[in-house]
């Protein structure tokens, strides 16, 4: 695949093209970004650009990031294009996802994340080059062992019971992806963070709270809800902070 900063292509080429060793040489790091037209992601690519990051982003459409730079290549492809997933991740130190299904209205496709997410592992094994793989779930997502043992907080359950009922087929994809990291940790060493954030508002400006990880829901946070711009730079913190890895993780107020 040849890619160009800040064009796309889908057609066939070198295996590494000169794009991808710039990224590699890029000082801050190389981060593969998935879901960046979403406004999460789009916070995630302006931020992660301005600390100076290299990033390959792979987008359905590459009109809608609305973003130029030098250290940018979009990638044109959705969740099931598996070589265009491959060769977003090329060369690439961190891996961060924070795309996710449709969210009410209509029937859920079901295991959309659980089979994309799939797809990623592979690439991220076969690239070899990843430090860390962080994957944005829910607030409202039950972690493996709440899943297996404690259950969900009451206050949690019972959102999920009645007022969020309708984004219970994205919660049970999210919570079959967290399943599957967690078994990829113990058979391949997997390094991963898993990203639980409270409920997300507009931007008002730039982030204003420093957040920080915590291992434990925030419910006063997730009452007043935290900005997009506050949810990536706790997302890019995560990635570089190695006590992280293999858990997930909340916010907190610094």
């Not at 076969?126 to 860390?132: E, I, L, R, T, V």
């Not at 206050?155 to 969020?164: D, F, I, K, P």
């Not at 997009?228 to 997930?248: I, N």
Request: hydrophobic share 40%.
């Amino acid at each position: 695949v040849t890619t160009y900063p800040c064009q796309y292509s889908a057609t066939d080429g070198p295996e590494v093209s000169s794009t991808v060793q710039n990224h590699m040489a890029s000082t801050r790091g190389s981060l593969a970004l998935f879901g960046a037209t979403g406004n999460t992601g789009k916070a995630v690519l302006a931020l992660a650009l301005e600390q100076g990051y290299a990033v390959r982003a792979l987008v359905r459409s590459p009109e809608k990031v609305g973003l130029e730079h030098n250290k940018l290549t979009l990638l044109q492809g959705g969740y099931d294009a598996v070589d265009m997933i491959k060769e977003t991740v090329k060369g690439c130190e961190f891996v961060i996802c924070v795309a996710g299904g449709p969210m009410g209205g209509g029937k859920y496709p079901q295991d959309l994340m659980l089979n994309f997410i799939k797809n990623l592992i592979l690439a991220i094994k076969d690239s070899a080059m990843a430090k860390c793989f962080l994957y944005q779930a829910g607030f409202l997502a039950a972690t493996p062992k709440e899943q297996a043992k404690s259950g969900l907080p009451w206050g949690t359950w019972l959102a999920r019971s009645t007022v969020v009922k309708f984004l219970e087929p994205n919660l049970q994809d999210h919570e079959a992806v967290m399943r599957l990291l967690e078994d990829e940790k113990q058979a391949s060493g997997l390094t991963w963070v898993v990203s639980l954030p409270p409920t997300l508002s507009a931007n008002k400006g730039e982030a204003t709270r420093a957040l920080e990880p915590a291992d434990a829901r925030s419910f006063a946070l997730n009452m007043g809800g935290i900005t997009f711009d506050e949810l990536a730079a706790l997302t890019l913190k995560a990635v570089q902070k190695e006590a992280l890895y293999g858990t997930h993780m909340f916010a907190s107020k610094a």
